[in-house]
């Protein structure tokens, strides 16, 4: 017999060779018809793969991101068949599964391919998921599988085969269908209920441009049909929120290619907007204790040689500027701290100092590769929310503990109610890409997790997503859409204080190491404002909108009145705007709500000869006639609120 031990904590016995759906079935029939596969000790197994000895077992459903993972995956295999079948001597590269679905790069050698190819294909696989075809797993030797695929004239097969070791090499085979692959897989194709091809791209094999330029179909799958309708319902949505769309009606900034790709230009509207969120965070920082600092754009060299970017990140930064100087070279600023911890040497320190919060809205830029360039979402040059605070060891998770509230207040005050905080922590396999000593990464690492727990913090843990320099804690949104974004940040580091020699006077009278911590809760202003906006479709919360009414005269005879409107509006700090133009009153209504203005004051004959104004809200319609004094309670009101 052996040990089987569930999530929950509690251990079963089970014989020797039990598989993970016969757990299931033990538990119950309900389970077990939903289970795709299995988390085993830490490894993603088939659910029909034998347990030969004591271990931890998780079962794996739809509702498991591991779960949706082996499902898409194993669908990229059943269009792989499909393929095969409907365009004989096609050959396959590689067919993951993604975040949202799957992809399988193919050479269809001088078959021309297109999108009109996507309702034959999605047909066959949904007759192959039908046959509810079992995915069988089969060890084979090097030699046997560089056969097999010789035969098959697959040259993209042989070409992984030459990375991999014998004795650790699987196929899978689903009706007629066999493919190189360490699985794991869904009990059978049945399991595939509806399918939608999204759409099809080049790529090169190995991503070398000098190799042939494949054919990447991607594609999603879903064990219900009625989660496709839905999903696509949001694709739809997801374009009409679409941050550069919006961006563009809203006026908010845009591109120029004489400026360059990836550095956004600001317009009228779009940094008012900005200037507020700036405001709002200064105001709470301020309260929190910080003092604002300001560093140039630039930084020698030697700056981030010392800090270790530029080992680790000097290959995709801006190129260096050279000086008329022999030799002196300076870089475009790709991070705030360095300039920081100078900030922090500039005089002596003391235990009773701390803890110094030094904060910046600074300007940081990157090179980023054109092709991942994506709106405000991915540029090369992008505004922190950056601080850095100095604070002794015995004052790290307080500290730590204060941030969280800032980030947590900020997401408040936003609408960013759904979130779970990701612990993110060293590679434990690769300790090469991380700088500092393992007594200080144990000491960052335990007070992030206790600061996390003591917080109540809904929370997970990935490795290998730690900063170079130390562990964070990243905060992963869902906006409205049910999207992940990655936010706020924080990190806990002990090592750039040591590569600056940062030093305070203890309470000992001898010399002491502070420790630093990192923190964003934007994360960057251009990434939380396109996140923002998509969020909420550009109706933002009526303190940020840019403009928070529309004053609409149904004829010039009463543009004074509404002057003289807009005056007394402006003087109690509302702020908006009036439509001069000669065009009927149900146009400016019309283009009024495409702007997304949240009020539109009406006015005529009646409103000014009673000193009135007939209100509409964004979305909302008709809210009747109010006078001045009681539609700016109204909106003070909703901007307390």
Request: with cysteine; net charge negative; aromatic share 10%.
């Amino acid at each position: 017999m052996i040990n089987i031990t569930l999530p929950d904590g509690s251990s079963r016995q089970y014989e020797k060779g039990t598989t993970a759906h016969q757990i299931a079935l033990s538990i119950s029939e309900g389970l077990a018809r939903n289970v795709l596969a299995a988390e085993v000790n830490g490894e993603i197994w088939d659910s029909s793969r034998p347990v030969e000895s004591d271990a931890s077992v998780k079962l794996l459903t739809w509702n498991d991101t591991a779960g949706k993972a082996t499902f898409w995956h194993s669908s990229a295999h059943i269009m792989a068949e499909a393929l095969e079948a409907l365009y004989p001597g096609t050959k396959f590269g590689i067919g993951p599964a993604i975040e949202t679905g799957f992809y399988y790069d193919v050479d269809f050698g001088d078959r021309e391919f297109s999108s009109d190819d996507f309702k034959a294909i999605e047909d066959k696989i949904l007759e192959l998921a039908r046959q509810k075809e079992v995915f069988e797993r089969k060890a084979i030797s090097k030699a046997d599988a560089v056969a097999y695929f010789n035969e098959k004239g697959d040259e993209y097969k042989l070409d992984l085969l030459e990375g991999l070791e014998d004795g650790k090499i699987t196929f899978y085979t689903q009706g007629a269908f066999t493919d190189l692959c360490r699985g794991p897989h869904i009990p059978n194709t049945g399991f595939v209920k509806a399918v939608k091809l999204m759409n099809v791209a080049g790529a090169y094999w190995r991503g070398d441009e000098t190799r042939k330029q494949l054919t990447r179909i991607y594609g999603v799958t879903f064990p219900k049909a009625s989660e496709l309708t839905e999903y696509l319902h949001m694709i739809e949505e997801a374009k009409k929120r679409d941050h550069r769309k919006l961006g563009k009606e809203l006026e908010l900034f845009a591109f120029s290619e004489k400026v360059g790709m990836g550095l956004p230009l600001w317009l009228p509207k779009g940094a008012a907007l900005r200037e507020r969120l700036v405001q709002f965070l200064t105001k709470a920082q301020a309260k929190a204790g910080y003092e604002q600092v300001v560093t140039p754009h630039i930084g020698h060299k030697n700056l981030y040689i010392t800090s270790g970017h530029y080992e680790k990140y000097g290959k995709d930064a801006f190129q260096p500027i050279k000086t008329p100087q022999e030799g002196e070279e300076f870089f475009l600023k790709p991070m705030n701290c360095p300039h920081h911890c100078e900030i922090y040497k500039v005089k002596p320190r003391s235990y009773k100092d701390l803890p110094l919060r030094f904060a910046e809205f600074g300007t940081v830029y990157r090179y980023e590769q054109s092709g991942e360039l994506h709106g405000l979402t991915r540029v090369r040059g992008f505004t922190q929310d950056d601080a850095h605070l100095f604070c002794r060891p015995d004052q790290v998770k307080e500290e730590f503990k204060k941030v969280i509230d800032l980030v947590l207040y900020v997401f408040k005050s936003l609408g960013f109610d759904d979130y779970i905080a990701q612990i993110s922590l060293r590679d434990a396999e690769n300790r090469s890409k991380y700088i500092g000593s393992d007594e200080n990464w144990h000491l960052a690492e335990s007070a992030i997790i206790e600061a996390a727990a003591e917080k109540g913090l809904p929370t997970v843990v990935e490795y290998g997503e730690a900063a170079f320099y130390g562990p964070k804690l990243d905060f992963m949104v869902k906006d409205a859409l049910g999207r992940k974004w990655q936010l706020g940040t924080i990190q806990v580091d002990y090592n750039l204080p040591e590569r600056f020699e940062l030093e305070y006077t203890g309470s000992d009278n001898l010399k002491h190491r502070p420790v630093m911590i990192h923190r964003a809760p934007f994360g960057s202003l251009e990434r939380f404002i396109a996140v923002l906006i998509e969020h909420c479709a550009g109706n933002f919360p009526l303190w940020l909108s840019p403009e928070q009414f529309i004053i609409l005269p149904i004829s010039e005879k009463y543009e004074e009145y509404a002057k003289k409107v807009s005056d007394e509006l402006n003087n109690s700090d509302i702020r908006g705007l009036i439509d001069f133009r000669d065009e009927k009153i149900g146009r400016k209504i019309r283009d009024a709500e495409v702007k997304k203005i949240p009020y539109m004051l009406i006015i005529g004959e009646k409103e000014s000869a009673e000193g009135k104004v007939s209100v509409r809200k964004h979305g909302e319609g008709d809210l009747g006639e109010m006078s001045l004094h009681e539609f700016s309670e109204l909106l003070i009101k909703e901007i307390t609120v």
